[in-house]
């Protein structure tokens, strides 16, 4: 019986897919890569006086009630539209620099009451609004 002798050459490992894939890999890396540039800026902070008592800021209150009727101030109007809340704006807005609308709705009212609302005082050129709700303890916030 005759065996086959096997062949005698060395293994050679071929590096060049392995330098492909790492190719690849470095160029994904580098494309996905952000490079964020950090810059000092100058700042000077604003500083607080305790002792000083805070300014009443300009504030026009509008209510607006869970059947869709809206208040401004203390006084029910009789407007339910856009245009003729936008009207009262105005003059409630008339003698304020820059007044904030304080909108208090009551939590069963529509949201298209209180978009509404939001509506007339765009058109009445009132651009600071905030809404008024209440803590879970009762007490009413801003």
């Not at 950090?38 to 026009?60: G, H, M, T, V």
């Not at 209150?61 to 006084?75: K, N, Y």
């Not at 820059?98 to 007339?120: F, G, K, R, W, Y």
């Not at 803590?135 to 009413?140: D, V």
Request: charged share 20%; hydrophobic share 45%; proline share 4%.
């Amino acid at each position: 019986m005759r065996f086959r002798r096997g062949y005698t050459e060395e293994p050679e490992v071929n590096l060049i897919p392995l330098i492909d894939v790492l190719l690849v890999v470095l160029v994904f890396l580098a494309v996905s890569t952000t490079y964020s540039r950090f810059s000092q800026l100058q700042i000077e902070l604003p500083k607080a006086d305790p002792d000083q008592a805070a300014a009443k800021l300009a504030e026009i209150q509008v209510g607006v009630t869970a059947d869709g009727r809206f208040a401004i101030g203390h006084d029910i109007v009789p407007v339910t539209d856009a245009a003729g809340l936008a009207d009262l704006l105005r003059a409630a807005a008339a003698g304020m620099h820059d007044p904030i609308l304080v909108i208090n709705a009551d939590a069963q009212s529509t949201h298209q009451s209180v978009i509404t609302v939001m509506e007339a005082a765009r058109n009445a050129g009132l651009t600071r609004l905030s809404f008024a709700t209440r803590n879970r303890s009762g007490g009413a916030r801003r």
